[in-house]
């Protein structure tokens, strides 16, 4: 059965494949909106069934697996930044805070055209970081195509600490709660593993 990601995160595609699930990769190019809802959970989930059903239209059998990830601040929403000086911003913002990561997931067989849709939260603590400081940390995090801006992962260990939750949830897959949707639809995701 083919297991295919509305999504060209490679962080996404990089879990899939180290589970050993065998999964092909389409992209949505659907517009993700964080002024949707105020309720970071549903967001996530509103976009994350928008990707998958885009995708799903265009096949007659599979499964589709859409994701998305929002990062709450202060009460703020945040998805990915706008452009360099956003993503700036948003690491001073972050800096000695806590902050709430939100994935939403919506898996759709494509077949029968019935859909599970949940979410994960995980807690993050993220240290201080001194004024001088910042824009060396800044140059080391990058890419900052992801919620939040930046990545837990690689240089992102230095102050990226604490985490109360999925460490999967945080990189934008939490594959627990994937295998429960999976489940819903009566799949056993396993049956997929190489």
């Known amino acids: 059965m083919d297991i295919i990601l509305a999504s060209t995160s490679k962080r996404r595609r990089e879990i899939l494949a180290s589970c050993g699930i065998r999964h092909r ?37 599979g499964y589709v697996i859409g994701a998305d ?3 709450l601040l202060d009460g703020d929403i945040i998805g990915k930044p706008r452009d360099a000086r956003h993503a700036r911003e948003m690491l001073r913002r972050m800096a000695g805070r806590t902050i709430s990561v939100y994935t939403g997931l919506c898996v759709i067989d494509a077949k029968k055209r019935k859909k599970a849709m949940g979410h994960e939260k995980s807690i ?6 001194p004024k001088e400081d910042m824009e060396r940390y800044f140059k080391l995090l990058g890419p900052y195509d992801k919620a939040g801006g930046f990545s837990i992962e690689g240089a992102g260990s230095f102050i990226f600490d604490d ?3 999925s460490y999967f949830n945080v990189l934008g897959l939490p594959m627990a709660k994937l295998k429960e949707l999976f489940d819903k639809l ?3 995701i396993l049956s997929a593993v190489s």
Request: hydrophobic share 45%; net charge positive; charged share 35%.
């Open 163 to 165: 985490i109360k939750g």
């Open 69 to 71: 990830t929002v990062v």
């Open 186 to 188: 009566g799949f056993d």
């Open 25 to 61: 990769v389409v992209a949505s190019r659907a517009k993700e909106d964080m002024k949707i809802s105020r309720i970071p959970q549903r967001v996530a989930m509103i976009n994350a069934e928008l990707k998958a059903e885009k995708v799903a239209g265009r096949f007659d059998t």
């Open 124 to 129: 993050v603590r993220v240290k201080d970081i």
